[in-house]
């Protein structure tokens, strides 16, 4: 196994409302220098909302279809958002439900956490499923752009295979439920 290099400093560059950039200064294991950009995140949580039973041959799933700027449009993904302070992944995952779609889970499961992009970033995403989901009232805010749909898993997947689902907590997610919790 190799080595790791080893932390001389670290200076804050930026802290905004979402993230903080920070400059790590490292010492390769060769003894040269080198500076890397790290994104510093809080969090998040995210969650696959299954209307039906899901043991049902083909479970059928609420989506979100979300404008996203830096992806240059609509996306289609689940309800997710960031953890806030003092706030645990589950409780995340059932606000953040109810916030983009309305729907408030009777059951909700950890499925898994993921590293987003971890040569750049520290966030970890927590995976969850939720069930027994009572539909209400949306509470977005006021810079979110959201519509719903219902799909079944199957049409999930083959968005995902098709290059229409790219989101990669959602890609994830639709997986792992399709993979290890489903065992399709």
Known sequence: MPSAP???????AYTGRVIAV???????????TIDLEIIRHKGAAAVVPVLSPLDS?????????QFRHAAGGFIWEIPAGVLGDG??????ARRELKEETGAEAGSIQRLTTILTTPG????????????D?????????HDEFIET????????LAMIRDGEI?????VAALLYLAGFTLGL
Do not use: N, W, Y
Not at 6 to 12: E, G, K
Not at 120 to 131: G, K, M, N, P, S
């Open 57 to 65: 041959d083909d479970p059928t799933l609420l989506l979100i279809h």
């Open 120 to 131: 750049f970033t520290d966030e970890r995403i927590h995976l969850f499923v939720a069930t």
């Open 166 to 170: 790219q989101d990669g907590k959602t």
């Open 149 to 156: 749909g219902t799909m079944p898993l199957s049409r999930c």
């Open 22 to 32: 920070d400059v790590e200064t490292l010492r390769t294991p060769a003894g040269a």
């Open 133 to 141: 989901l009572k539909i209400g009232e949306p509470q977005r805010e």
């Open 87 to 92: 706030e645990s992944p589950e409780e995340c």
């Open 6 to 12: 080893t932390p001389l400093s670290s200076t804050r």
